[in-house]
C-alpha cells in the first residue's frame, strides 16, 4: 500500500456539514469519548471530529490534535477559537514520520486513527507510538476509507497493529469505511 498525504485543500470539503449525515462526530463517537478524558487525533486536518471531540471531553477533558500540515492546523486554531475550545485542544505539528507525543506516554484514553494510516510511511511505527501513548486498557479506533484501502492492506494494517501489542476487540460501525476498535491490554 503506497502513502500520499491528502492535499491541505482538501480539508475544507472534509468539512462540509452535509457529511455530518452519516458521519455524526457526536453520534459516531459516542461510545468511546467521555467527559474527562484525554484524546488523541492523530490527522485531524481542519477539524472535522475535533471540535466535537473537545466538547465530548469537557472542560476537564484534553484533546490532542496532531497534524503534518501546518495550512490545516491553522484553520483547526481558528475554529477551535471561534467555537471557544481553544483551551480544551491542544494543536500540534508532526513529523512526516512520527506523531511526537513522546510526553504523553501512558496517558491518553483513546486513540482515533480516522482515515489516516494510510497516509503514512509506515503504518508500523504508527501503531507503535499508538501503543505507547495509551494506558493500559486503552482504545484505538482505526478506520479506514473504502474508497481508498482495499481489504486486504486494511488486514495487513490489523496485523502490523497486533504486532505492536494491540488485541482486536470488535468491529465498529462507522459508514463508508472499514472499522475496528484495538485495545491496549
Known sequence: MSHRVCPWWLGYLLLLPLRR???????????????????LEPG???????????????????????????????VLRRRAL???????IDIRRAEPDRLGVEDLAGCVDVVLGIFVVHELPEAEAFFAEAHRVLRPGGRL????????VS????????????????????EFPFPGARAVVLTRP
Open 21 to 39: 449525515i452519516r458521519q455524526n462526530p457526536r453520534k459516531l463517537l459516542g461510545a468511546l469519548v467521555r467527559d474527562g478524558m484525554t484524546v
Open 44 to 74: 485531524p486536518g481542519m477539524g472535522f471530529f475535533t471540535l466535537d471531540l473537545a466538547r465530548m471531553v469537557g472542560p476537564a477533558g484534553r484533546v490532542v490534535a496532531v497534524d503534518v500540515q501546518e495550512r490545516m492546523l491553522k
Open 82 to 88: 471561534k467555537a471557544g475550545l481553544a483551551e480544551r
Open 141 to 148: 479506533l482505526f478506520a479506514e476509507p473504502k474508497r481508498h
Open 151 to 170: 481489504k486486504d492492506d486494511f488486514a495487513r494494517s490489523i496485523v502490523a497493529a497486533t504486532r505492536a501489542g494491540f488485541k482486536r476487540d470488535a
